[in-house]
């Protein structure tokens, strides 16, 4: 059974400080990795995508990938109350054909 | 100008209706999905679509069943519905299904919001 694990918090941050969310997959073979936003209530968006190894910048977003130890991580730097929602990890199967979605990590920021 | 749209955004229906859920994509993209998302917020792929030809099936009712008359549109169809299938229902499409072994981005719908009661 293919697993994407995540806490489910909720993860508290007070505004300004760095948020600190973490995936880790079973698929060995899995390529591509996705960090997605859920506000409540509405639909999944992308923040941010990752393929190899090592860090991806975007704007306040990091995504950090380690292929060996199975795990990826997004760093949120100066945090913001409109940050507030739900980040879900997606992994795609080692096919290719599918994104399986961990259960997802609520944050809250604090202003 | 929405990418990913569907319709209806909400139904709500008795148990043992069948009823029918539309997405279309205006982005130009090969491959469709069908999304649930259920109470506890887990989303977990049903079916894919790539350029009107099924590509995943998971463990699904086959009272469940999608159907794409074109490229831009992945349609799903629920018979006898029953309380349990009772969640959010998403729509998504990426540009192909598989590029370089790498999994294309995937953009969602808004979302149908089904009640079986």
């Known amino acids: 059974q293919k697993e994407v694990e995540q806490n489910s918090g909720p993860l508290s941050v007070p505004e300004g400080a760095i948020a600190s969310l973490n995936c880790t997959y079973s698929?060995?073979?899995?390529?591509?990795f996705f960090w997605y936003r859920q506000y409540s209530g509405k639909s999944p968006e992308l923040i941010m995508s990752?393929?190899?190894?090592g860090d991806k910048e975007d704007g306040r977003f990091t995504a950090q990938l380690n292929k060996a130890s199975q795990y990826v991580s997004l760093l949120i730097r100066d945090s913001q109350p409109s940050d507030s929602a739900t980040y879900l990890c997606?992994?795609?199967?080692?096919?290719?054909?599918?994104?399986?979605f961990g259960k997802g990590t609520t944050l809250s920021v604090s202003s | 100008d929405t990418a990913v749209s569907q319709t209806p955004k909400y139904l709500v229906t008795q148990m043992g209706n069948d009823k029918s859920i539309k997405c279309e994509q205006n982005?130009?993209?090969?491959?469709m999905y069908w999304y649930k998302q259920d109470s506890k917020k887990f989303l977990k792929i049903m079916f894919s679509?790539?350029?009107?030809?099924?590509?995943i099936n998971e463990t699904v009712p086959n009272r469940f069943s999608p159907k794409s008359p074109d490229k831009a549109h992945l349609n799903l169809h629920i018979n006898s519905l029953e309380l349990g299938d009772s969640a959010v229902y998403f729509c998504?499409?990426?540009?192909?299904?598989?590029?370089?072994?790498?999994?294309?981005?995937?953009?969602f719908g808004p979302g149908t919001r089904l009640l079986v009661l």
């Open positions: 998504a499409s990426s540009q192909d299904w598989v590029a370089s072994g790498q999994q294309e981005t995937q953009y």
């Open positions: 679509y790539n350029n009107k030809e099924l590509i």
């Open positions: 990752i393929y190899s190894n």
């Open positions: 982005l130009g993209h090969d491959t």
């Open positions: 997606a992994v795609n199967d080692q096919a290719g054909t599918a994104l399986i």
């Open positions: 698929d060995r073979g899995s390529q591509s």
